[in-house]
């Protein structure tokens, strides 16, 4: 009973994370239709500017042991979203948007093929200029547990490091949901999502939606990627062991919806801490991917996604 | 108000409107009417700026049309209610209609263009929190008219609006359009295949087919021509 409250609450906590980190990329695919493989390496970037921020650039200084840390991650994900936005502009909106909105197959040959180029440049260009040392962004808070007494012989720790990173995900994800539903903006992606001629003829510009959508997008998920790097190290190649889970999130919470992928990465986070219970660690990434392959067999459309695709 | 001078566009290499000339007054209620494929169609996206024309000119107002980015245009007071409805299903009544209002003019007048939309089509009152993707083709047709006219347009382009809905459906919508032009004055240009309506609530309209005008003229001559009286009007 103990070892599986204790799996739930490390589920419900990774999966808060990857919940984030499935939502920028949910945001990109859902807004724009792009297939971004690039995506686990902006994380990767998010991590290092993370890391960065928080030795080299003062914020260790500053904000001490413990807030640091989270105050350089929120910082990451500014930055990412600049980078992101001039990626955007410079070579996305090249082979996307209204540009190849008449094109067969809407440009989405070009689109995998300059994402998959990016993914190599950021990996490369990665190792370096970081070198291929691990590094991680450590905490006091990693190696501390709050104690959750729920009765007398049962109690659950609770990893301090990431019991913050599940709040910081939540508060994050709250903000972005009240973005995509009650604001201006946030509708006006939604409706260039849905149908971008008639976004347009609404005098909606498409291609800046796209813009933002990306910038949002890349800016979330550095924030994810910092959250992760306060326990798990990392390398300029990491992006690759998490591109397959967020797209693998993003699928199960229905393709093009934005909310949907939280709840995709939270579900992989449950899967993967909960397999631990009956399965050996190594197993964790083949639990994920069969109990994807029951979740696909039985709901294609994932959990919020549209039975009928958009016109 | 929109003056369309020798305008030939299309899809690649096949021209689908060759030197097309129309002219729209301000207050005026235009209609285009033809048989399938005569470039209705085509002739609207180009004025709204979703294909770019091999030749010709669009003027709308002083401004010249082609020099204007598409989403620009929606500024200038050009209001589309595009062929097959397109409003965005996963968005609610309400929001499809905040849509429409994204021009500075729409979001001025808000207040007032919302409940003179839900007086003119109450049925977009009653659903205002509904889904727009759940809506039946007509509501879906209501709609995609309120999102035009909460942009507060000058102009408002309607391409086919009776499409793919039921006869008595259909003559509703005419009505409320034509309900909506007294009591608004709005200027609208209307392409339809149902001639005998479009004709009969125009006041100037244009024959198109295979891409050219073949006739124009007001709504009287045009009833009385014998062509469409035969071609189109059966009689």
Redesign the interface.
Same mark, same amino acid.
Do not use: W
């Given at each position: 009973m103990e070892g599986f409250l204790q799996a739930l609450a490390a589920g419900l906590l990774i999966g808060a994370v990857y919940g984030l980190m499935c939502v920028g990329l949910g945001l990109i695919f859902g807004v724009m239709r792009v297939i971004n493989f690039a995506h686990g390496d902006f994380m990767m970037l998010g991590m290092y500017t993370a890391f960065y921020l928080f030795t080299a650039a003062g914020v260790q200084a500053v904000f001490g042991n413990a807030v640091g840390p989270f105050v350089a991650i929120l910082l990451a994900g500014p930055v990412l979203a600049v980078f992101g936005y001039f990626v955007h502009r410079t070579l996305i909106s090249h082979v996307s948007g *209204?540009r190849t909105a008449?094109l067969e197959g809407e440009g989405h040959y070009a689109q995998l093929i300059l994402t998959l180029g990016i993914a190599l440049i950021l990996q490369n260009g990665g190792l370096i200029v970081f070198g291929s040392v691990l590094a991680s962004i450590r905490t006091p808070l990693s190696s501390s547990a709050w104690e959750l007494g729920l009765t007398s012989d049962i109690s659950v720790f609770i990893n301090k490091a990431r019991g913050i990173d599940a709040i910081v995900s939540l508060v994050i994800m709250t903000l972005l949901s009240l973005l995509i539903t009650r604001s201006?903006i946030g509708?006006?992606l939604?409706?260039a999502? /849905?149908?971008p001629?008639?976004?347009?003829?609404?005098?909606? /510009?498409?291609d800046r939606a796209h813009r933002v959508a990306f910038a949002l997008g890349c800016g979330i998920t550095a924030i994810a990627g910092g959250l992760l790097a306060t326990n798990y190290p990392f390398h300029p190649f990491v992006g690759l062991e998490y591109v397959i889970v967020m797209y693998a999130g993003v699928v199960l919470g229905g393709m093009g919806s934005i909310i949907g992928a939280f709840w995709g990465g939270m579900t992989i986070g449950l899967v993967q801490q909960m397999s631990t219970l009956i399965l050996p660690t190594q197993l964790q990434n083949a639990a994920i991917f069969v109990v994807f392959l029951l979740i696909i067999f039985f709901r294609p459309q994932g959990f919020f996604g549209?039975v009928?695709e958009? *016109? | 108000m929109l003056r369309i001078e020798g305008l030939s566009a299309g899809?690649s290499a096949k021209p689908v409107l060759n030197g097309v000339s129309i002219n729209v007054e301000a207050g005026q209620f235009v209609a285009i009417v033809g048989p399938n494929g005569a470039g209705k169609t085509t002739l609207f996206k180009t004025i !709204?700026?979703?294909l770019q024309p091999g030749a010709g000119r669009i003027m709308f107002g002083d401004a010249d049309l082609l020099t204007v980015?598409? &989403?620009?245009?929606?500024?200038l007071g050009i &209001?589309?209610v @595009?062929e097959?409805r397109?409003?965005? @299903? !996963?968005?609610t009544v309400m #929001?499809n209609l #905040? +849509?429409?209002a +994204?021009?500075e003019s729409g979001r001025r007048d808000w207040k007032q263009n919302i409940e003179r939309i839900f007086d003119w089509l109450p049925v977009l009152a009653e659903r205002r929190g509904q889904f727009a993707?759940t809506l039946s083709g007509g509501q879906q047709q209501m709609l995609a008219i309120g999102?035009g006219l909460a !942009?507060s347009p000058k102009l408002l382009m309607l391409d086919e609006p009776s499409m793919g809905l039921a006869p008595s459906t259909a003559d509703f919508i005419f009505e409320r359009l034509i309900d909506i032009r007294k009591q608004s004055g709005l200027t609208m240009l209307l392409v339809e295949q149902r001639v005998a309506e479009a004709l009969e609530s125009a006041d100037h309209g244009y024959v198109l087919e295979a891409g050219r005008v073949v006739l124009e003229g007001n709504n009287e001559t045009l009833r009385a021509d014998d062509r469409v009286r035969k071609a189109y009007l059966g009689m």
């Open positions: *209204t008449s201006r509708k006006s939604r409706a999502a /849905d149908n001629t008639a976004a347009t003829y609404m005098g909606i /510009d498409v549209r009928v958009r *016109t | 899809y !709204s700026g979703i980015p598409p &989403a620009q245009r929606a500024h &209001a589309h @595009p097959g397109q409003v965005f @299903p !996963s968005l #929001e #905040e +849509m429409g +994204m021009t993707g999102r !942009s």
